[in-house]
């Protein structure tokens, strides 16, 4: 693991021809009980999870650790029983209204200075400092987080730096496409585990778990297969991704 930054482990689900998502981009319920499952176990591992505002828009929630032996074993490493749940948009353009805003987890928002700046009628204080939190937050977000680059994008990379400074270690990425596409390029993911579920969606527009613009087969990241098994009609690959010191 690269010590200046969490270990990060994408999680997701996908159907049998790669989609995360139908061409409505429709919330992905297609998983099943025991993948739920896995995906609670995965974030309870966590310190923190870190998701997209379309991945939020489409569910409206983030999923939270339900099991009492998970949550038991946070409490007993000395954990919050539940991970920081950081949602990360440009534009921080989101629905206070949304059932994720109810939620108990603590929640945090990464965001350039014009998304935080959106929700200037929620807060008091504005960032004053690049890559600081807000001397005052809404009660929507526990701690809003500025991290830009010169195009006024946000800085993915400094953002992760920052959050290893706050002991958070290991951080699951659950989507969606274009967050994991940008980590990827970035070459900021370690693992991933990925379900392939029993069915075929299709459509050109429909989600992947790595969309953006790609990848040419010479620069493409490259993966190891750490283990697969099969769990009735489901399949859970764990790749590894290889780097030149491997």
Same mark, same amino acid.
Request: charged content about 20%.
């Given at each position: 693991?690269?010590?200046?930054?969490?270990?990060?482990?994408?999680?997701?689900?996908?159907?049998?021809?790669?989609?995360i998502?139908?061409? !409505?981009?429709?919330?992905?319920?297609?998983?099943?009980r025991?993948?739920?499952?896995?995906?609670?176990?995965?974030?309870a =591992?966590?310190?923190?999870?870190?998701?997209?505002?379309?991945?939020l828009? =489409?569910?409206?929630?983030?999923?939270?650790?339900? $099991?009492? +032996?998970? &949550?038991?074993? !946070?409490? @007993?490493?000395?954990k919050?029983? @539940?991970?920081?749940?950081i &949602?990360?948009?440009?534009? +921080? /353009?989101l629905?206070?209204?949304?059932? *994720?805003? #109810?939620?108990?987890?603590? !929640?945090?928002?990464?965001?350039?200075? #014009?998304g935080?700046?959106?929700?200037?009628?929620?807060?008091?204080?504005?960032?004053?400092? &690049?890559?600081? !939190?807000? @001397?005052?937050?809404p009660?929507? *977000?526990?701690?809003? %987080?500025?991290?830009?680059?010169?195009?006024?994008?946000?800085?993915?990379?400094?953002?992760?730096?920052?959050? =290893?400074?706050?002991?958070?270690?290991?951080?699951?990425?659950?989507?969606g496409?274009?967050?994991?596409?940008?980590?990827l390029?970035?070459?900021?993911?370690?693992?991933?585990? %990925?379900?392939?579920?029993?069915?075929?969606?299709?459509? /050109?527009?429909?989600?992947?778990? &790595? $969309?953006?613009?790609?990848?040419?087969?010479n620069?493409?990241?490259k993966?190891?297969?750490?283990? +697969?098994?099969?769990?009735?009609?489901?399949? *859970?690959?764990?790749?590894?991704?290889?780097r030149p010191?491997?």
């Open positions: 693991m690269l010590q200046h930054r969490p270990h990060t482990t994408v999680v997701l689900a996908m159907s049998a021809d790669g989609k998502g139908d061409f !409505r981009r429709s919330p992905a319920r297609f998983g099943s025991l993948d739920k499952a896995h995906l609670e176990k995965q974030i =591992a966590s310190d923190a999870v870190l998701f997209g505002a379309g991945t828009r =489409a569910y409206g929630t983030t999923l939270t650790i339900s $099991d009492p +032996a998970l &949550v038991q074993l !946070r409490v @007993q490493e000395g919050p029983p @539940q991970p920081v749940h &949602v990360t948009t440009h534009s +921080a /353009n629905n206070p209204g949304i059932k *994720f805003f #109810k939620q108990p987890v603590r !929640r945090w928002l990464l965001t350039t200075t #014009k935080a700046v959106s929700w200037k009628g929620r807060l008091r204080t504005l960032p004053s400092v &690049v890559g600081t !939190r807000t @001397q005052e937050c009660p929507e *977000f526990e701690q809003i %987080l500025v991290f830009e680059t010169p195009t006024r994008e946000i800085d993915i990379s400094a953002a992760l730096k920052y959050l =290893a400074t706050l002991h958070i270690t290991r951080l699951a990425i659950l989507g496409g274009e967050l994991i596409a940008s980590l390029g970035l070459d900021l993911i370690d693992e991933l585990w %990925l379900t392939v579920c029993p069915l075929i969606l299709g459509g /050109n527009t429909a989600p992947t778990p &790595v $969309d953006g613009k790609g990848f040419l087969p620069i493409a990241p993966l190891q297969l750490l283990e +697969a098994h099969t769990v009735e009609q489901e399949v *859970f690959l764990h790749y590894r991704l290889q010191a491997d």
